[in-house]
């Protein structure tokens, strides 16, 4: 057995990494020289009534026995599993981190305007001809976005004839559920090891959580 599942890596479901696991197994069996079925016999024969050959397969795995063996690979497996926890985790942080970075539907968004050097066709910086400085030219960088209503104006329907009788004032769905999702994902945030955050942190530019 092998540590096979590191830190970063995309998580695997506990049939990916189970199949990963005894695919190592059978692998590092294999290039110890047991063949189809060894495993089995390794697993139910003491070791002192093993035959040569399977004692020989034993000593290539590099352990004095196969139930050494079998804890060695258990505890590898260990190791696996808490990485691949590790992982699961690293994913969801990353996600709701994403989520919580786009703005709130209620609030809106504000208009930003940013400033550029003009380039000619070619790349070039064009320049005054008057005082031969760069031209600049201001550009929005993010357009805005009006913040959504907390609440709207709904027909309301009577049941048996199905025409409108009159209105009524419900809180917005999309604001609901915006604001739904935001608080679910700032529990994952909150709910996040610190080696996780850590890990992310230092995953991201200049040190910075995304």
């Given at each position: ?79 696996n599993g808490a ?24 609030d809106g968004r ?12 070619l790349g070039n ?86």
């Amino acid at each position: 057995m092998a540590v096979f599942i590191e830190k970063g890596e995309a998580p695997l479901s506990i049939r990916q990494a189970t199949k990963r696991g005894m695919a190592h197994v059978a692998a590092e069996l294999s290039r110890a020289g047991a063949r189809k079925g060894d495993e089995e016999l390794l697993r139910v024969i003491p070791h002192a009534e093993l035959p040569a050959r399977l004692v020989e397969v034993i000593k290539a795995l590099g352990h004095v026995s196969y139930a050494a063996y079998a804890m060695a690979w258990e505890a590898d497996n260990l190791t696996n599993g808490a990485h691949n926890l590790f992982n699961h985790q690293l994913v969801a942080f990353r996600r709701a981190q994403a989520r919580l970075a786009s703005y709130r539907l209620a609030d809106g968004r504000p208009k930003i305007m940013a400033d550029r050097q003009v380039v000619d066709d070619l790349g070039n910086p064009v320049l005054d001809t008057v005082t031969g400085a760069p031209v600049v030219e201001t550009y929005t960088l993010q357009p805005a976005i009006a913040p959504l209503s907390a609440e709207i104006d709904i027909a309301v329907i009577d049941e048996a004839t199905g025409e409108p009788t009159g209105m009524q004032t419900v809180p917005n769905p999309q604001v609901t559920r915006d604001d739904a999702e935001r608080a679910a994902a700032a529990a994952v945030i909150a709910a996040t090891p610190p080696e996780v955050v850590s890990f992310a942190s230092a995953q991201s530019p200049a040190g910075q959580l995304d």
